[in-house]
């Protein structure tokens, strides 16, 4: 296994340097980009498609204009997403599963009038509605359309420009804006996050120095690339590292993706534990026992997702931690290294503090700080106006522990705690002790207010036959608090979830308001 030890002076360069780098160390022909079409690109074959598409986009997207990326993950998003950095342009990656009023509210936070799509992708994804709401406010560019203009005379030009794309390439400061990412919206409106060239490559270079690389890895990521850890992980690391990623366009293909890891040589997997238990449930023996390397990150991991993995295919599941703020790596467990429970070290060259949150025992708010930090949010007042970070410091708003060995322990979101009675009670506790009474199942905890105790609350799960009786019996048994009972337990065949596989708690809150309201009103 490899180790390549952290060094600042490789991050300051663009990401269409970064891709040149990568190219020059393991050779324009080196095969590292596949997608669900099943065909294999070279390094050679993405810069002759950025150059033949960037030249299209370069007289339709005016310079220091954000372009949005509405596209599935995959080969096409990008050589789109390269495209428009070989010709200066910013790219802001908008997620099409947030809703239209969320969608609308991150166009307009990031200067977005031009949206680049696909019109096979909305056809089968069912996003015409969606396609006619943004038409209102933005220019809807279909790469068909893009494509069928690309002639013999522009493939040879792009082709040329590929022999020496440092020569026809848009020179870039690694300081600059390199993407927009907008955070999950899992508790409110979603920010967007300004994260310049120099803060993806170096959390890209952290990665490579913190986890050990095996010359053969080969990379599977069926996540997202309007989300960072599917940007960064299935997309950035394999192109910057020299591996090749194998992208898929959606998560949710649950018998598909086992067998796709088998079929492409996978060994290197990303996932969320939601997701992780849906292919497990759905695979083969054979199917993923090749597996290398399994980081799960976006939420906790569950010990019967561990147990099933290490029992049915010999793999040990590795669980990370990141934010869109930090691009996205902030720790992970790796092999030799992996303490359950826990998401790992912090990665190299990252500061962090804790400060002390009132009310709340046993853990402290994490600030971090570093090369992978982005400069701040959007200024929707402002146009390209950006929050710049206080002192850097970028606050997660997560409660963690940090043990002597540097291990980190996620206890909760600040704002996943409620206040029982003048207490605090963690609802991600909440929903833990919910799996060890219903391990089979999924589970959400959320708060409301509440007249008598200041807030109450009300616990989702797919067990359908959960009592409140079974959690009292356990909570007792365990020692645990009467607080911590929720005050109400509502049984759904599906817990929502957001397109980047997390909790949707604003969903949850919406319906738990209305089931509350209707309650009243009888």
């Known amino acids: 296994m490899a180790h390549r030890p952290f060094e600042l002076a490789r991050t300051r360069v663009t990401l269409f340097e970064a891709l040149l780098r990568a190219r020059d160390q393991r050779g324009g022909k080196h095969p590292i980009l596949e997608d669900h079409e099943r065909k294999v690109l070279s390094y050679d074959d993405i810069l002759v498609r950025v150059f033949a598409l960037g030249g299209k986009l370069d007289g339709l ?137 120099a803060n993806l490559v170096a959390n890209v270079e952290q990665g490579y120095a913190h986890v050990p690389f095996e010359p053969d890895f080969s990379f599977f990521s069926p996540l997202p690339m309007f989300h960072c850890f599917g940007l960064l992980g ?51 023996d054979e199917d993923m026992k090749g597996i290398k390397l399994m980081v799960l990150g976006a939420e906790r991991v569950r010990p019967e997702t561990r147990e099933t993995y290490m029992k049915r295919f010999g793999v040990e599941l590795l669980e990370g931690y990141g934010a869109t703020e930090a691009s996205p790596l ?106 060890q009474v219903w391990p089979g199942a999924m589970h959400a905890a959320i708060a409301l207010p509440d007249a008598r105790k200041g807030e109450k609350i009300i616990l989702f799960t797919s067990q359908s036959n959960a009592e409140s009786s079974a959690f009292v019996a356990w909570c007792k048994a365990n020692g645990v608090q009467d607080i911590a009972v929720p005050k109400k337990i509502i049984h759904v065949e599906d817990i929502p979830l957001l397109g980047t596989g997390k909790t949707d708690y604003v ?14 009103a009888a």
């Open 61 to 197: 997207i005016k310079r220091r204009e954000t372009a949005g990326i509405m596209l599935p993950t995959g080969a096409g998003a990008v050589v789109t997403f390269f495209a428009l950095h070989a010709f200066g342009r910013t790219p802001a990656m908008l997620n099409f599963t947030a809703g239209i009023m969320n969608l609308r509210a991150a166009c307009e936070a990031a200067n977005v009038k031009k949206i680049l799509t696909s019109r096979l992708f909305i056809k089968k994804a069912g996003l015409e509605t969606l396609e006619a709401e943004l038409s209102k406010f933005a220019k809807l560019i279909y790469l068909e359309d893009v494509g069928k203009s690309i002639d013999l005379g522009d493939k040879i030009v792009a082709l040329a420009k590929s022999k020496m794309p440092r020569a026809f390439a848009a020179k870039g400061d690694p300081d600059n804006t390199a993407v927009i990412l907008f955070t999950s919206g899992s508790y409110g409106t979603p920010k967007g996050a300004v994260l310049s060239h």
């Open 330 to 435: 902030i720790s992970v467990n790796v092999p030799g290294r992996n303490r359950h429970g826990s998401v790992g070290q912090f990665v190299p060259d990252l500061e962090w503090r804790l400060e002390p949150v009132p009310g709340i025992e046993g853990g402290q708010k994490l600030y971090v700080r570093g090369p992978n930090v982005m400069r701040g949010y959007l200024d929707p007042t402002k146009p390209f106006g950006i929050d710049l970070l206080p002192g850097g410091w970028h606050d997660t708003g997560d409660v963690v522990d940090v043990d002597q060995d540097g291990f980190i322990r996620i206890l909760g979101r600040v704002k996943r705690f409620a206040k029982v009675g003048g207490e605090m009670v963690s609802l991600n506790a909440v929903e833990g002790y919910a799996q």
């Open 507 to 520: 969903a949850l809150g919406r319906m738990a308001a209305d089931l509350v309201a209707r309650a009243e």
């Open 234 to 284: 299935g997309v950035l690391l394999p192109l910057f590292t020299g591996h090749k990623t194998f992208l898929f366009p959606s998560p949710l293909a649950v018998k598909e993706i086992p067998k796709l890891i088998k079929d492409t040589g996978s060994n290197v997997v990303f996932a969320t534990d939601t997701f992780a238990q849906q292919y497990a449930r759905n695979a083969e």
